[in-house]
């Protein structure tokens, strides 16, 4: 099982990048890089999802590099809305499935 | 509208209580999962379910038990056995390598 590394917490400024790495040095082949935003009281929500290189969708980018070891999700222009709690989770199709501890962002005005 | 349900929100326990939450989906995934998050803290893993008749302990998995007899549930049972209940708790389900969660149940202790 992939064990991964975040950052406990980060702080940002309203319309800045944010970009937040997590290491996964034991990745397997067939293990998928996901990411997780959870706010207080509620259930974590999907955001993005890659295998390698570059992914981006509406809200966010993710940046695998070719050894596959880290990965970065990249916010742009953040807002106060995106204070949250975000995990990565590496796993494939199958059984376990462990979080991190998660990188808590909180954006300030 | 398809998802994952957990039902109560909210549930309190008595001294030696068995407690269940409930969990259900219908979204046609065969894997489920329960988590359990304290104030502050990330997610742990309690049991999991990647078929229906069958489901593996977690890492935390004393003082909790499963069934699942149903692809659509997957209740948990909080016995009284486990001496600190008071925790979030996470239902999710699996499609390939992404979970979709529940909004959870917050459970305390009177």
């Known amino acids: 099982l992939a064990k991964t590394t975040q950052p406990i917490s980060m702080d940002s400024y309203e319309g800045q990048e944010v970009n937040i790495t997590c290491s996964h040095n034991?990745?397997?082949?067939?293990?998928?890089i996901t990411w997780y935003q959870q706010f207080p009281s509620q259930g974590p929500r999907f955001i993005i999802q890659?295998?390698?290189t570059k992914v981006t969708n509406e809200v966010a980018s993710l940046f695998i590099p070719a050894d596959r070891k880290s990965s970065t999700l990249s916010l742009p222009r953040v807002s106060l809305s995106d204070t949250a709690v975000y995990y990565c989770l590496v796993a494939n199709q199958g059984g376990k499935l462990i979080f991190g501890q998660g990188t808590e962002l909180s954006v300030k005005p | 509208d398809g998802g994952i349900t957990q039902s109560p929100k909210y549930l309190f326990r008595k001294e030696g209580q068995n407690v269940t939450l409930s969990c259900e989906q219908n979204?046609?995934?065969?894997?489920m999962y329960w988590y359990r998050q304290d104030p502050g803290q990330g997610l742990r893993l309690i049991y999991y379910?990647?078929?229906?008749?069958?489901?593996q302990k977690g890492d935390i998995a004393e003082g909790y038990s499963v069934s699942r007899e149903k692809k659509e549930s997957f209740p948990l049972t909080v016995t009284s056995a486990q001496k600190n209940p008071t925790a979030f708790y996470l239902c999710?389900?699996?499609?390939?390598?992404?979970?979709?969660f529940g909004s959870g149940t917050q459970l305390s202790v009177l």
């Open positions: 890659g295998y390698k």
């Open positions: 379910s990647q078929i229906v008749n069958d489901f």
């Open positions: 999710a389900s699996r499609d390939s390598a992404k979970l979709f």
């Open positions: 034991n990745i397997a082949t067939n293990d998928y």
């Open positions: 979204l046609n995934h065969d894997a």
